[in-house]
T-cell receptor, first 116, second 112 residues
């Protein structure tokens, strides 16, 4: 069975601070996909990134960066120079792709509050 | 515009009154699913459908029904809603062979 753990329930930072959201996953499959979603106060789910298990390259997109380490089964997300608009719940998710029902297994989410 | 739509977006109802939350996608996706989101639990899959007339249970199917008579629609039916079904519901779809799911905007349901 798959499992995603986001140990940080809530994080509060001051604007312009860097913040890292942790995600640890468990799966026995060698082929899997990892995702991050953002859920702003308005409630919709915003797709941020997808990473497959064969690609351990870190990714940077503007102020966002992701660190994927298979050795520690982690897929951490860093926001550099945080802004108030980054305040949201962030979900890490996992699925094992084809051969399954493509179900996304979500972590419980981390509520990030960026204070001005 | 490619999208997944859900209706209604907000619903307050009473225990036992049957309701249907509709989900429709315009991307010709084979796969559709329903999730519910509860505080401290993240999102959990309720039901999914691999194609027309093919549906199966997810992790938390009790109290829900679905149908897939057309490719674009995947309604979620609560025959006799109870307060523990108060939740935020998301519909999602994806194309066969691709691994990105498109989520609808969510339906916030309150059962009194």
């Amino acid at each position: 069975a798959q499992k995603v753990t986001q140990a940080q329930t809530e994080i509060s930072v001051v604007e312009k601070e860097d913040v890292t959201l942790d995600c640890v996953y468990e799966t026995r499959d060698t082929t899997y996909y990892l995702f991050w979603y953002k859920q702003p106060p308005s409630g919709e789910l915003v797709f941020l990134i997808r990473r497959n298990s064969f690609d351990e390259q870190n990714e940077i997109s503007g102020r966002y960066s992701w660190n994927f380490q298979k050795s520690t089964s982690s897929f951490n997300f860093t926001i550099t120079a945080s802004q108030v608009v980054d305040s949201a719940v962030y979900f890490c998710a996992l699925n094992i792709g084809w051969g399954s029902n493509y179900k996304l297994t979500f972590g419980k989410g981390t509520l990030l509050t960026v204070n001005p | 515009e490619a999208q997944v739509t859900q209706n209604p977006r907000y619903l307050i109802t009473v225990t036992g009154k049957k309701l249907t939350v509709t989900c429709s996608q315009n991307m010709n996706h084979e796969y559709m699913s329903w999730y519910r989101q509860d505080p401290g639990l993240g999102l959990r899959q309720i039901y999914y459908s691999m194609n027309v007339e093919v549906t199966d249970k997810g992790d938390v199917p009790e109290g829900y029904k679905v149908s897939r008579k057309e490719k674009r629609n995947f309604p979620l039916i609560l025959e006799s809603p109870s307060p523990n079904q108060t939740s935020l519901y998301f519909c999602a779809s994806r194309r066969e062979g691709l691994n990105e799911q498109f989520f609808g905007p969510g339906t916030r349901l309150t059962v009194l």
